[in-house]
């Protein structure tokens, strides 16, 4: 197996810019996790899925951020207008059913807001 | 305060050194507890979970949880240079909505050197 993928590894973009972050989770994982990196704040969730619904969002910093999974393949994260403040390093990561333990993390995006 | 805790370092140490990484929390509702391993630019990765209060030995780690002082700790033994990395730790809620939440440390920093 491919393991979760993320893309793009690295985004710069400029403060007010749209950005959207892309992951793939691990084909049969039910749970889709999103999750930001930072070295004061560690990790924190922000939002997660079960079977493509979202479950609970109350990790999103603000309205600015969004996050769908139009299918069990596929999730995006959207930063409209982005700041400085949210670089950081955003990963997605994928469990199965039952197996809360263990979740698979994909490489990461690492975003820089300018 | 931080519901986890967790000294960031960086810890450096010489090859075959016994590494001590400890975290502390707050939340009594915290079940599962796991260490996950973090290389560079990489996602992190599980290394161990253990659910009791006790010792978990696999190979060279060993986790160690105290839930009457809220305390755990992970042991590397016989240390390597491929130990280089950050360890988080990471514990486990149940969510009203199914799954599981993982609140993460900030990780503690471990060089290996020759």
């Known amino acids: 197996d491919a393991g979760v993928i993320q893309s793009p590894r690295h985004e710069v973009t400029e403060m007010g810019q749209e950005v959207t972050l892309r992951c793939k989770p691990i084909?049969?994982?039910?749970?889709l996790f999103w999750y930001r990196q930072t070295m004061m704040r560690g990790l924190e969730l922000l939002i997660y899925f079960n079977n493509n619904v979202p479950i609970d969002d109350s990790g999103m910093p603000e309205d600015r951020f969004s996050a769908k999974m139009p299918n069990a393949s596929f999730s995006t994260l959207k930063i409209q207008p982005s700041e400085p403040r949210d670089s950081a390093v955003y990963f997605c990561?994928?469990?199965?059913?039952?197996?809360?333990?263990?979740?698979?993390f994909g490489s990461g995006t690492q975003l820089s807001v300018l | 305060q931080k519901e986890v805790e967790q000294d960031p370092g960086p810890l450096s140490v010489p090859e075959g050194a016994i590494v001590s990484l400890n975290c502390t929390y707050s939340n009594s509702a915290f079940q599962y507890f796991m260490w996950y391993r973090q290389y560079s630019r990489k996602g992190p990765e599980l290394l161990m979970y253990?659910?009791?209060?006790g010792n978990k030995e696999d190979g060279r780690f060993t986790a160690q949880v105290d839930k009457s002082s809220k305390y755990i700790s992970l042991f590397i033994r016989d240390s390597q240079p491929s130990d280089s990395a950050t360890y988080l730790c990471a514990m486990r809620t149940p969510l009203t909505g199914g799954g599981n939440k993982l609140t993460f440390g900030t990780g503690t920093q471990l060089k290996v050197e020759l």
């Open positions: 253990t659910y009791s209060s």
């Open positions: 084909s049969g994982h039910d749970y």
């Open positions: 990561a994928s469990s199965r059913y039952r197996v809360y333990e263990k979740l698979f």
